[in-house]
């Protein structure tokens, strides 16, 4: 039986689940690679608004894609092993990184 207290958490975990994938995201996009991109197509087309739906329909597929193979590696793999997994990668680009800046 669903209560009415419990069906307020699962609306406000929702929310909560929203806004805060909402937040990062939004965080990690400002002024990187794609927003640069997408401010010199919409300067250069003199098409912004066919600019905006171009770029938000890739960033939209690009979101599936990473929310599609996230929910195929939460069922096969363990949370301990994609912890491990996802600092490892971090950490392979962190040295690539410093590899880039160290040449310079």
Do not use: C, H, N
């Amino acid at each position: 039986m669903v209560t009415e207290s419990s069906t307020s958490l699962q609306k406000s975990s929702v929310w909560s689940t929203f806004f805060s994938t909402f937040i990062t995201i939004f965080l990690a996009e400002m002024g990187d690679k794609t927003q640069l991109a997408t401010l010199l197509l919409s300067a250069q087309s003199q098409s912004p608004w066919i600019v905006f739906l171009g770029a938000g329909t890739a960033l939209i597929a690009t979101s599936l894609v990473g929310v599609l193979l996230g929910r195929y590696l939460a069922k096969v793999l363990s949370p301990r092993t994609l912890d491990i997994a996802a600092g490892a990668l971090l950490m392979v680009i962190a040295v690539l990184l410093l590899g880039d800046v160290v040449q310079l």
